[in-house]
């Protein structure tokens, strides 16, 4: 069943004024639960202001938003809060939400909110903090002082504690160094994997794309350009390309020896393939 | 002189910190080169960097810039309009209301003659591909037009060397290229030498040579080609190399005869295709 | 979006009144000021009125753009105005028992109302055809004697620079704290209070941590660029007065003078 559902979902910013600016153009959609999804689509693609009408957190100008079946902007102003934590959305650098005094606190912020009970909020704490790799002595330091890896999967934590059955991240490895990037994208695959629940990531790195989604929606001038698998995604890398958008190297070069005749198998997205497609080229070769 | 920038033996410690920042660096930056540095948050990369226009001074060693101890307090700004400083966030370094009077900003400082700012304001917008926002408020433009906005504020005092701290992470891939482009341009058309310090692999590879740091210290020193070569290396200093690189050594390591030094796609396809006609 | 709004409500032109040198602007806007407060006469305060319409007309700007910032002084105007209405002693027109309206009372709140719009207009003109860093460059430039009796001139309009300049930018990152901290569940409309001021605290918190990040990285930045305050620094914007500077100063000091004169030949209607 689809998880998330739009229909002719449209959003205009400051309708009436001389900025008003159509960010989403009738999108219809249909998330299934327990997809890996990779957003992507260059700046100002919708991209952003899509994910915020994925937990309620923007109206629609006009057309639906279902969560689970249930139509958002129909169920009344109470229940929106409810939505929020079924879907839990990480901004961009996530960090710079931090605000309480120990990083226990701040990641108990989201359950506390839920209403739940003291016990049922250190359960979740936990669980959360285990996901991202925090140890127990960590979540008595304060926020501020943790390094800056630290802070983003406490961040992260704090709204793995809320229990979402949809999570959203919007590039959760924005400017992170190379481990700390592979840290993060690890442990989202591995939450994905144990909790069985849809994650939607927004990124601007192919190859890590490529190497988690199973599925790839891709955004472009406020529509949906394409949802599909990520390797017909990435079968034409010129279109995407032409959107200002890229393809991982590898698959650049597989496309460009397919091109020259050298090549004439299905897109190669990962080093694995990779290796696998020249192995039987060379073979191939060898036979002749 | 040869070199722009002189570190010797330099070791830096944070006031109040027990462990050395930095530990007895000595490297210099040849004039005119395209320098990147690598190594992983907390590497010491930036503190590093913040020697080369006396921001902070050594603890032992020395640093020198085109010859001038950086530790000569009442030289600071002959040392500031030799080595100029692009940051990480493009919001934090813009000082004016106006793309034209952010790029005057240093200038006005150094006291400048108004006629000249104007032309030296107007020509470094020029370089950066800048001069149709020149009227333009900063937060209406992208990522990378600001980082554009701010390599020609540094331009305009004709600093003869820009160090810029990992001025691409936050941007999205677009920025990334224009800054880069930029980057490429002032290196090779305007002589102006470049220290990047970043995180991508891809933009490293483009440079004349790689640092490599860790803890500290300089572990890595050479060209593209050999650095990325030492994968294992890299890997256990936190580091990555390109994919097309990587992709090699895999293939290497299978026993297919991939040469090493492979950095960019165009070269990776050209190999393969010289085995593929070899086998043939 | 909240990062549309902008400061000072500038609305660029190239307008003989847009094109008058800041400086210029700021005194002739302080003349017109005592031009205001003058008349004593119907008669000065409609030519006032009449002159303050004729700049609109030059600068291009709708008359009907007033109203917006006449606004929020709105509630103001009306409540002194029914004071006055019923306040003032005089010749009675009407007559409602507990209190009575007078002709002078009409008159005199007549007077106020309009000077009131007309004090709005003028000084809205000075922020619709003059840039905030024109501006904030101008007073700089206009009080730069007062340094040497040890106002920090040069100090004050840096800060006004870097608050225009960053005002967008922190109300962008507000928008986006409120953003991520509601995805957390945060409820800032409900609640009493108590609550309503804790719930900023998710905000604040952020929000100040990160503007303090910010004038950090400024300051070095700046630092970088040579930043050592306002001695030995020069402008590249030069200020230079026209011979358009020159008349409309004239034309103003006419008009104040004309006002003043209208005072002595008319009646005042404040008795």
Not at chain 1, 239 to 245: E, I, R
Not at chain 2, 25 to 48: C, D, M, P, Q, Y
Not at chain 3, 64 to 75: A, D, E, G, N, Q
Not at chain 3, 120 to 139: E, K, M, Q, R, V
């Amino acid at each position: 069943m689809a998880v998330i559902k739009t229909e002719h979902l449209t959003y205009i910013y400051g309708a009436g004024t001389p900025y008003e600016k159509r960010a989403l153009d009738d999108i219809n959609l249909s998330i299934e639960a327990g997809e890996f999804v990779g957003v992507i689509g260059h700046t100002g693609s919708g991209k952003s202001t899509l994910i915020q009408h994925f937990n309620a957190l923007l109206k629609p100008t006009s057309g639906k938003v279902y969560i689970d079946g249930v139509d958002v902007w129909a169920a009344g102003k109470a229940a929106l809060q409810g939505f929020r934590f079924d879907v839990g959305l990480v901004f961009q650098y996530p960090e710079h939400q931090l605000f309480e005094e120990t990083v226990y606190k701040d990641i108990a912020f989201g359950p506390r909110n839920m209403g739940l009970s003291e016990r049922e909020i250190d359960e979740r704490v936990r669980e959360a903090a285990h996901y991202v790799g925090l140890t127990e002595a960590m979540l008595d330091h304060s926020p501020f002082e943790i390094s800056g890896g630290q802070k983003r999967r406490a961040a992260i934590a704090g709204v793995l504690s809320m229990r979402p059955k949809v999570l959203i991240l919007d590039e959760p490895t924005a400017g992170l160094d190379p481990r700390g990037r592979d840290q993060i994208l690890r442990l989202i695959a591995d939450y994905h994997r144990t909790t069985g629940s849809t994650v939607l990531i927004v990124s601007h790195s192919m190859e890590d794309v490529a190497r988690y989604a199973s599925r790839i929606l891709i955004m472009n001038n406020a529509k949906v350009h394409a949802y599909l698998p990520v390797r017909e995604a990435f079968s034409d890398p010129e279109v995407l390309m032409n959107m200002g958008l890229s393809v991982p190297p590898i698959t650049r070069v597989f496309h460009r020896l397919s091109q020259k005749g050298l090549y004439s198998g299905p897109e190669v997205l990962t080093l694995e393939e990779g290796k696998a497609a020249l192995k039987a080229m060379l073979g191939g070769a060898k036979d002749a | 002189m040869d070199n722009i920038i002189q570190t010797e033996g330099l070791s830096f410690r944070y006031e109040g910190s027990d462990t050395l920042a930095l530990n007895n660096i000595t490297l210099s930056i040849e004039r005119g080169s395209f320098v990147a540095v690598l190594g992983h948050n907390g590497s010491g990369k930036s503190t590093l960097a913040k020697h080369f226009n006396a921001i902070l001074t050594p603890t032992e060693g020395s640093c020198h810039i085109d010859g001038i101890d950086t530790r000569e307090q009442d030289r600071l700004y002959d040392i500031r309009r030799r080595v100029g400083m692009v940051f990480q966030n493009p919001d934090n370094q813009i000082v004016a209301t106006l793309v034209e009077e952010d790029v005057a900003f240093g200038l006005e400082n150094l006291g400048v003659e108004p006629q000249e700012i104007r032309r030296r304001v107007d020509q470094a917008l020029e370089v950066v591909g800048m001069e149709a926002f020149k009227l333009h408020a900063p937060h209406q433009l992208s990522g990378g037009q600001k980082q554009r906005v701010a390599i020609a504020g540094v331009l305009a005092m004709r600093t003869e060397c820009i160090v810029f701290d990992e001025p691409t992470a936050m941007l999205d891939p677009r920025g990334r290229a224009e800054v880069m482009e930029a980057m490429k341009h002032l290196n090779r058309n305007h002589g102006v030498t470049v220290v990047l310090i970043t995180h991508f692999m891809d933009e490293a590879a483009q440079c004349d040579r790689v640092v490599v740091m860790d803890s500290g210290s300089v572990v890595l020193d050479d060209s593209p080609e050999r650095v990325f070569t030492q994968i294992g290396a890299l890997r256990s200093l936190g580091l990555d190399v390109p994919q097309v690189t990587e992709f090699a050594d895999l293939m290497r390591r299978s026993g297919i005869n991939l040469p090493e030094g492979i950095l960019t796609e165009e070269a990776c396809v050209a190999e393969i295709e010289k085995l593929l006609t070899a086998r043939q | 979006m909240l990062k549309d709004i902008t400061i000072g409500q500038y609305f660029a032109g190239d307008s003989l009144i847009h094109r008058l040198d800041p400086r210029i602007k700021l005194i002739l806007t302080m003349l017109y000021i005592a031009m205001v407060f003058i008349p004593t006469n119907p008669a000065g305060l409609i030519a006032v009125a009449l002159f303050v319409v004729a700049c609109y007309g030059v600068s291009g700007i709708s008359l009907s753009t007033v109203r917006r910032s006449l606004k929020p002084i709105l509630p103001i105007v009306v409540f002194t105005t029914i004071l006055n209405i019923f306040f003032i002693e005089g010749r009675v027109l009407v007559n409602l028992g507990f209190v009575q309206i007078t002709y002078e009372g009409l008159l005199v709140s007549a007077l106020m109302v309009l000077r009131i719009v007309c004090l709005i207009a003028g000084t809205s003109l000075l922020t619709y055809t003059t840039s905030p860093i024109a501006l904030t460059d101008a007073i700089e430039r206009l009080f730069a004697p007062m340094r040497r009796i040890g106002v920090p001139v040069h100090e004050l309009a840096m800060m006004m620079t870097i608050a225009l300049r960053f005002i967008p930018t922190l109300i962008e990152e507000t928008d986006k704290i409120m953003a991520a901290q509601k995805a957390r569940g945060a409820d800032m409309e409900s609640g009493g209070l108590v609550d309503r001021v804790r719930a900023l605290i998710p905000i604040l918190v952020p929000l100040f941590v990160s503007a303090f990040r910010r004038a950090l990285d400024l300051a070095t930045a700046m630092e970088c660029r040579c930043y050592r305050g306002g001695e030995g620094r020069t402008r590249m914007r030069q200020m230079q007065l026209m011979p358009r500077d020159m008349v409309a100063l004239v034309v103003t000091v006419a008009g104040l003078a004309g006002v003043i004169m209208l005072n002595g030949w008319l009646p005042s209607v404040y008795g």
